[in-house]
């Protein structure tokens, strides 16, 4: 399945499920912020708005398969491990800053995320998918580099210490 760019795609709405499916493609449609639904122990991506598909690449932009199969290279990073963590523990991840590589080379680009990976239950509270929840921070993270790195020459400068 193909997603559309600029809707929100779902491959399989779980019963009860449909009004809160569609209060959150109500909400994220079209956020900058990133989300996705994931079911099953396969993480199979159910919905996904455009700020995720822009993120991990429009060309990778397809629903109803395993998150794996969409970004093989998470699975390396330690990202698949975590959502097979929430998924069998039921407690939800939050991370900070997390650095990510998405894509391949020579495509490959270097990205940072705040995210939090979410179980998603059933009316009975048994997990039966993931929802993601990121917001990409690599430009704040690369303005304090910077900023750090600019400090650091002011220093020097104030030293009179030999620049680089």
């Not at 700020?51 to 690449?57: E, L, M, R, V």
């Not at 750090?148 to 680089?164: G, N």
């Given at each position: ?11 399989a ?7 809160a ?24 991506v159910?919905?996904?708005?455009p ?7 429009e ?7 395993p ?10 990073q330690?990202?698949?491990a ?7 523990t ?6 900070r ?5 998405l ?13 939090t ?13 993931i929802?993601?929840?990121?917001v990409?921070?690599?430009q ?7 900023m ?17």
């Open positions: 399945m193909t997603a559309v760019p600029g809707e929100l795609p779902t491959a709405d779980p019963a009860g499920a449909g009004q499916a569609e209060d959150l493609r109500t909400l994220f449609g079209q956020s900058i912020a990133v989300f996705a639904s994931l079911a099953g122990p396969e993480h199979l159910e919905a996904a708005n700020a995720f598909f822009a993120a991990i690449g060309q990778r932009a397809r629903t109803g398969v998150l794996v199969d969409v970004m093989p290279e998470l699975a390396a330690g990202f698949v975590l959502l097979d963590e929430v998924y069998r039921g407690e939800p991840y939050t991370g800053d997390a650095r990510v590589v894509g391949t080379e020579p495509h490959a680009r270097e990205a940072y995320f705040d995210f990976y979410e179980p998603r239950r059933d009316a009975d509270g048994a997990v039966f998918g929802r993601v929840i990121g990409e921070t690599t704040v993270k690369q303005a304090q580099r910077l750090a790195e600019h400090r650091a020459m002011l220093e020097q400068i104030a030293r009179q210490a030999p620049l680089a």
